[in-house]
């Protein structure tokens, strides 16, 4: 073999070598990584133990704050402390049916393992707060989309539009 396919096929080795370290293998079976530990129980069927309280942390304003994982991944899709969002103003908090909410300066995500994290700001998240919340629209199922010249957001039992001023919320 010459040194050049040499040094490349060592190159490979170590990049496999430290791409199965970092992606937490090790020879019991097991994989741990920040979202979720999957392990086997004793029939070798593979077992989610996925951790939703905390497996992540942004930076609040008194510190470090623990949040959901998918809270954390929505942040950063929409910019993070320097997006529109900008920075958490407190703590996260739980919600209905399992879920999870963080309040930022100019919005609120939302978390539920039956709708993922949706982000909610401006009119729309007034007219969700003034109308009942959670309770009365349960967690966005969706981000806001743009719809006939206005603004929409899904939620599991209805939804909030805004356009031309208007805030309208229509329940199922």
């Not at 937490?24 to 530990?37: E, F, I, L, Y």
């Not at 623990?66 to 996260?92: L, M, N």
């Not at 609120?108 to 969700?128: C, N, R, Y």
Request: hydrophobic residues 35%; glycine residues 14%; proline residues 4%.
């Amino acid at each position: 073999m010459n040194i050049k396919a040499r040094r490349i096929a060592v190159s490979i080795t170590a990049l496999a070598a430290a791409g199965a370290l970092f992606a937490g293998c090790s020879s019991d079976g097991s994989s741990d990584n920040a979202a979720a530990t999957t392990t086997h129980d004793n029939a070798g069927e593979a077992v989610d133990h996925h951790d939703q309280t905390s497996d992540a942390t942004l930076d609040g304003p008194n510190g470090k704050i623990e949040v959901q994982r998918e809270i954390a991944d929505k942040y950063a899709e929409i910019g993070g402390p320097v997006g529109h969002f900008g920075a958490p103003s407190g703590e996260q908090e739980s919600g209905p049916d399992g879920g999870a909410f963080v309040n930022f300066e100019h919005g609120v995500i939302f978390w539920s393992p039956a709708t993922g994290a949706h982000f909610v700001s401006g009119d729309i998240l007034v007219a969700f707060n003034d109308n009942g919340g959670l309770d009365a629209l349960g967690y966005p199922t969706d981000d806001p989309k743009d719809t006939d010249g206005g603004v929409q957001v899904d939620f599991q039992k209805g939804h909030v539009t805004h356009k031309d001023g208007k805030t309208d919320i229509v329940t199922n």
